[in-house]
Structures are given as structure tokens and as C-alpha cells.
């Protein structure tokens, strides 16, 4: 099946700083997703990339669809104390075989200091 | 507020007990979806329904059942439950089966 990977598995960093994250995959995807999950609450989505070398912004937030479609990066620029969190990217197929499914990245944590 | 309701938030299992968690949506949705989360393994799908009276198995699907009476329903069975099967388990919907999914905010289960 395919792999997914994130990377890193963890971040500290200082409020102020920016903060990059990606994923990567063995095989294409058609949609490149990338969601926030709160303690004790679930996944929210953030960014929606639909195209290759699709760049989004959403506020402080900005993901890039890679030119291959094997790949993701999502930054956060100027980091404050509640961008702490778990941010988890997903890929979506069309293919017939993958019904839309969603592959989840293992999740990125996300600390924050004052 | 529309959204997903997920019931109940969290549970404590014996082994071998049977358990359903309940998951309600009310923006009528087509699909809906089973995931659970595993630390360092970001989240598995176990079953899914594209739409009211179909279903299927996802990544994980052994263990669990799962039914689709009508749109807004799809709980999920655990007929004998195992020490594995401790998670923290997420529904989540999606108008159509390629659209975004929603998720609720997970029901914790601990199975001793």
C-alpha cells in the first residue's frame, strides 16, 4: 500500500519562530490535505491543495502541493502559543481502487515557548 | 451547531465485553468514515459508507463491524473486545466520498 511519511516527528520552538513541516509519499496523490489536532478534540482541516505546485495560504499558514504529487510541505510563519498542537497531513487518491481514501501522515507535534 | 456527535467521549472495557460507539451527523452527508488513532501512527481507517445502506472495510477492519441504517447514523461494533483494540476512536463525513472529511472529537476506549 502507500507510505506516508512525516517529518519531523516533533518541533520546539520559540513563539516568534517560524515553523516548516512535510510529507512525502511512495506513490501519487490527487489531493494533499493538512489538519490541526487540539488535545482532546479531533482533526480540524486547515489547508485543501487540489494541484500540483498549488500554494495556499491560509492566514498565517501556507502548504505547497509538490510538482510530483509524491509530496507536501506546510509552514507556519510567526509562531504563537496556540499553534501548539499536532498537525497531520493526509493524501487522497481517485484512483478506483482507493475509493478517496485518505492516508494519514504519522503527525507532526508542535511546541510552542513562550 | 451542525457537526458530528461521537458517544460516548471516553470508555473503560473489560476484555471480551461488547461494545458500540455511537457517531451522528447532521449535515447530511453521504459518506462516512471509522478511523482510530495510535500513537506514532497517525490515523488508520477501519471501516467506511459512501452512502446510507452500503459499506466497506477500510486499512484496519478486523475486529469491528460496522452498520449504515440511514444518512445520518454509522456506529461501530466491537463484538468481543481486546486489549489492541485500546484506542482513541474518530467518525468523520464527507458530502461525497472525494470531498473533505469533518471529523468529530473522538471517543477514548481503553480495553483491560
Known amino acids: 500500500g502507500q507510505q506516508l511519511n512525516q517529518s519531523p516527528q516533533s518541533m520546539f520552538i520559540q513563539e516568534g519562530e517560524d515553523v516548516s513541516m512535510n510529507c512525502t509519499s511512495s506513490?501519487?496523490?490527487?489531493?494533499w490535505l493538512w489538519y490541526k489536532q487540539d488535545p482532546g478534540e479531533g482533526p480540524v482541516l486547515l489547508i485543501a491543495l487540489y494541484k500540483a505546485g498549488e500554494l495556499t495560504s491560509n492566514g498565517r499558514l501556507t502548504a505547497q502541493f509538490g510538482i510530483t504529487r509524491k509530496d507536501s510541505f506546510l509552514n507556519i510563519s510567526a509562531s504563537i502559543p496556540s499553534d501548539v498542537g499536532i498537525y497531520f497531513c493526509a493524501g487522497q487518491s481517485f484512483a478506483p481502487d482507493s475509493w478517496g481514501k485518505l492516508q494519514f501522515g504519522a503527525g507532526t507535534q508542535v511546541v510552542v515557548t513562550p | 451547531i451542525a457537526g458530528i456527535t461521537q458517544a460516548p467521549t471516553s470508555q473503560i472495557l473489560a476484555a471480551g465485553r461488547r461494545m458500540t460507539l455511537r457517531c451522528t451527523q447532521d449535515?447530511?452527508?453521504?459518506?462516512m468514515y471509522w478511523y482510530r488513532q495510535d500513537l506514532g501512527l497517525g490515523l488508520r481507517l477501519i471501516h467506511y459508507s459512501n452512502t446510507a445502506g452500503t459499506t466497506g472495510k477500510g486499512e484496519v477492519p478486523d475486529g469491528y463491524s460496522v452498520s449504515r441504517a440511514n444518512t445520518d447514523d454509522f456506529p461501530l461494533t466491537l463484538a468481543s473486545a481486546v486489549p489492541s483494540q485500546t484506542s482513541v476512536y474518530f467518525c468523520?463525513?464527507?458530502?461525497?466520498?472525494?470531498?473533505?472529511?469533518?471529523f468529530g472529537a473522538g471517543t477514548r476506549l481503553s480495553v483491560l
Open positions: 468523520a463525513s464527507s458530502k461525497g466520498r472525494l470531498d473533505i472529511q469533518y
Open positions: 506513490s501519487i496523490f490527487n489531493t
Open positions: 449535515m447530511r452527508h453521504n459518506a
